[in-house]
C-alpha cells in the first residue's frame, strides 16, 4: 500500500511541476508533507534534504555567482567579444558561445544568462542584428555548460551524491569536463548551422536597448552636482563646532547640504587617521572636521563667512567620491496620491524621516538646484535625495508617498564591488584549486569561497548575499531529496529500476542506459533540471546495480539528460528568461529544441560510455 501511495504521490508531483500553476520549491514541499502525513517517511527522513550538503553547496554557489556579477569578473568577457570580433557576424556569435560556455562552467546557467542578457542584447542592436537570434542559442549554451565542471550545475553535484551515498567515490571537478567540451562543440556547431533558417529573425516584442535608467555617476553628471560640491575645513574656532545638522538647519537658512564629512580619528597625533561619516540629522561638527557641501557658491560663501570656516581645494577623485559604497544618491517620483504634492520642501520633513535630503528636483526635464527649501513640490516631480544606501533602501521600501526609481540595493551592491574584479578572480581560482587537489571536500571549497567573497567587499553585505540566493531552487532541491528516500524505502525505485531492465534488457546494459537517459530527457523538458535528476538518479543507480553495470555511466548519463531541456521554455529558468525577452514563440524551442535532443541522444549514448566504459 505504501509503494502505491507513494507513486501516486510523486504522479501528483510531477503533473503540478508540469502545469507551472504552482511554484516549483511548494509542491516539493507539498510532496513531503504528504509523505509524512501517509506515514511513509518520518518528519527526520522527510528535513533530512534540509541538511544535506548539496543544498548546502547550491547555496554557496549563488553566493560564488553573486561576487562574479558584482564585480563585474564576468561582464568583461561580453566586453570584449565586439573588440575580438571585428566585422564578422559570424565570428561574434560563435565567441558569444564559447564565452558563455566558459562562464557558466563556473556560475549557474540561470545567472549567467541573466549577466550576458543585457550585453547581448546591446551588442545584437549595435550592429543591426535582432536579438532573438543571439539569446536562444545563449540559453542552450549555457544550459549545456552545466557538463563543464562539477559546480556548473545542480544535477552534477546531486548525481555525485548519490554515489557517494552508495559508497562511490564522488566525481571530481573535471571529471565530466571532456563530455561537456564536446556537448558545446556540438551545439555550437548545430546552432551555426540552424542560426540562419531556424531562428526568429524579428524585433517583435524584443526588449529595447533604449530604455534609461539613471545610474548614481549619470544622475551626479545629470544635475551637475560635482560643480556645486565645496570642501570646507572647521578651524578650532569655529562656531559651529558641537552643533547638529538638526540644529543647524542649513538647508532652510542658508541653501546648502552637508553630504559627507571627514572626521579625524581619535587617538596619539602619530597614530591619527581619518574616517568618513555620512551626513545625518544628528550629526555632530567638530573641530578639524572636513565638510563636503552642496550648493550654489553665493550660498556656500555666506555659510562659510557666518561660522568662521575655511574654504579648501577640492580635488577631482573627492569630487568623484559622491558617490560611494557608503553614500548614494537617488531620482524618487512622488505618486499620484502623494501627501508631499503641494507642500514646500522644507515643511515636509525628509531629512528627520527618512535620514536623506534633498539637492534637487527634476521638473519636467529642469533640472532645479536653488533654493530647493522653498519649492513646492508637484505631481510629475523627480526628487534627488542623497543619504546612506540603507537609508535610501528604507525609503524605498515607502509606497504611499513616493516610488525609488532603480534598485538602489543592488545599485549599492554594484557600486561596493567596484575595482575588486581581480580579487573575485583569485577567489574563484582558490576554490577552483581547492576543488582540484581535494584539499577540503567540495562543500566546505564552495564555502570558502562565499565566504571570502563577502569579507573581501566583492559582495556589500551578508544581506547582498542573501538576496542573490534563489531560494525557490534551494528549496526546491532539499524537498525533493526525501522522494527519493520515499521511493528506495518502499520498493520504488527496484520496481522502476527493473521495468526499465525487464523492457530493455535484452539489450544490454546499453539498452537499459539508453532507456534512462530517454526517460530522463523526456521528464527533464516539463520539471526543473533539480528535480529531475533527484529522482531519476537513484533509479539509474539501482539499475547500474542490478545489471552489474558502472553507474558512473549511468549516473553521468542523468546528470547530462537533467539539463537539456531544449524542447520547451518551462522547465528551464534560462528558456523561460529568453522567452520574452526575444519575443519567442512555444514552437520555436520545439523546432529548433527537438532535432538538438535527437543529436545530442547520439552523440552522449556514443561519447559517456566511451569515455565510461559500461
Given amino acids: 500500500m505504501s509503494l502505491i501511495l507513494t507513486f501516486i504521490v510523486l504522479g501528483i508531483t510531477i503533473i503540478l511541476f508540469i502545469s507551472n500553476r504552482i511554484r516549483g520549491d511548494l509542491v516539493a514541499v507539498m510532496a513531503i508533507l504528504a509523505l509524512v502525513i501517509l506515514e511513509i517517511l518520518t518528519p527526520q527522513e522527510a528535513l533530512s534534504g534540509f541538511s544535506n550538503s548539496v543544498v548546502i553547496m547550491i547555496a554557496g554557489l549563488f553566493v560564488i555567482g553573486a561576487g562574479l556579477m558584482r564585480t563585474g569578473l564576468s561582464g568583461m ?50 550592429i543591426r542584428v535582432s536579438p532573438s537570434k543571439y539569446l536562444l542559442p545563449l540559453s542552450y549554451i549555457a544550459s549545456m555548460s552545466g557538463l563543464m565542471t562539477l559546480i556548473a550545475s545542480p544535477p552534477n553535484l546531486i548525481v555525485s551524491q548519490i554515489l557517494a551515498d552508495y559508497g562511490f567515490e564522488k566525481l571530481g571537478f573535471f571529471t565530466i569536463t571532456p563530455i561537456g567540451i564536446i556537448a558545446a562543440i556540438v551545439v555550437i556547431l548545430y546552432l551555426v548551422i540552424v542560426r540562419n533558417k531556424l531562428l526568429p529573425n524579428d524585433n517583435k516584442g524584443l526588449v529595447s536597448g533604449s530604455s534609461y535608467i539613471l545610474s548614481p555617476k549619470k544622475i551626479v553628471e545629470e544635475y551637475h552636482l560635482d560643480d556645486k560640491l565645496f570642501k570646507i575645513y572647521v578651524p578650532l574656532n569655529s562656531k559651529i563646532i558641537g552643533k547638529t545638522l ?64 575655511i574654504l579648501q581645494e577640492l580635488k577631482k577623485e573627492e569630487s ?24 514646500r520642501v522644507r515643511a515636509i520633513g525628509f531629512r528627520e524621516k527618512y535620514d536623506v535630503n534633498i539637492i534637487g528636483i527634476n521638473r519636467k526635464g529642469k533640472y532645479l538646484t536653488e533654493n530647493i527649501a522653498s519649492q513646492r513640490l508637484r505631481f510629475g516631480d523627480a526628487i534627488l535625495v542623497q543619504g546612506t544606501w540603507e537609508a ?4 524605498s521600501k515607502e509606497t504611499q508617498d513616493v516610488v525609488v526609481v532603480g534598485q538602489p540595493r543592488e545599485i549599492a551592491g554594484h557600486i561596493a564591488a567596484t575595482g575588486k574584479a581581480k580579487i573575485a ?34 559582495l556589500r553585505n551578508v544581506d547582498d548575499a542573501y538576496d542573490k540566493m534563489n531560494f525557490e531552487s534551494i528549496v526546491l532541491v532539499a524537498a525533493m531529496l526525501p522522494m527519493a528516500t520515499a521511493l528506495e524505502k518502499t520498493g520504488g525505485m527496484t520496481l522502476l529500476a527493473d521495468g526499465i531492465i ?32 533527484v529522482l531519476f538518479a537513484p533509479i539509474a543507480m539501482n539499475a547500474a546495480l542490478t545489471m552489474d553495470a558502472n553507474p558512473y555511466t549511468f549516473m553521468i548519463a542523468v546528470a547530462a539528460a537533467s539539463g ?26 520545439v523546432k529548433i529544441g527537438v532535432p538538438l535532443q535527437f543529436i545530442m541522444l547520439i552523440v552522449m549514448m556514443i561519447v559517456i560510455p566511451l569515455l565510461f566504459p559500461l
Fill in 564 to 589: 537539456m531541456a531544449f524542447a520547451t521554455p518551462i522547465a528551464s529558468p534560462t528558456n523561460s528568461l529568453v522567452l520574452t525577452a526575444g519575443g519567442y514563440k512555444f514552437m520555436d524551442f
Fill in 320 to 343: 568623484n567620491d559622491l558617490v560611494s559604497k557608503d553614500i548614494g544618491v537617488a531620482e524618487v517620483l512622488l505618486t499620484p496620491q502623494s501627501r508631499l504634492i503641494g507642500k
Fill in 425 to 458: 578572480a583569485l577567489i574563484l581560482l582558490l576554490m577552483v584549486g581547492l576543488m582540484v587537489f581535494e584539499v577540503f571536500d567540495a562543500v566546505i571549497c564552495v564555502l570558502i569561497g562565499a565566504v571570502l567573497m563577502i569579507i573581501t567587499g566583492c
Fill in 246 to 309: 538638526a540644529e543647524l538647519k542649513l538647508p532652510t537658512k542658508y541653501n546648502v547640504y552637508i553630504m559627507k564629512i571627514q572626521k579625524q580619528a581619535e587617538g596619539p597625533k602619530v597614530f591619527s587617521s581619518t574616517y568618513q561619516e555620512v551626513a545625518g540629522p544628528t550629526s555632530v561638527i567638530d573641530p578639524r572636521d572636513e565638510l563636503y557641501v552642496q550648493g550654489e557658491q553665493e550660498d556656500v560663501l555666506k555659510f562659510i563667512g557666518e561660522f568662521n570656516l
Fill in 77 to 126: 568577457a561580453g566586453k570584449l567579444l565586439l573588440k575580438w570580433s571585428g566585422n564578422s557576424e559570424l565570428r561574434l556569435f560563435i565567441l558569444l558561445l564559447l564565452i558563455v560556455a566558459f562562464v557558466g562552467s563556473f556560475m549557474s546557467n540561470t545567472g549567467t544568462v541573466a549577466l550576458m542578457m543585457p550585453i547581448v542584447v546591446s551588442i545584437a542592436l549595435s
Fill in 392 to 395: 535610501i533602501e528604507f525609503l
Fill in 502 to 533: 525487464k523492457l530493455l534488457g535484452d539489450y544490454g546494459a546499453f539498452g537499459v542506459l539508453v532507456g534512462v537517459y530517454c526517460l530522463t530527457i523526456v521528464f527533464g523538458q516539463f520539471i526543473s533540471n533539480s528535480a529531475t535528476a
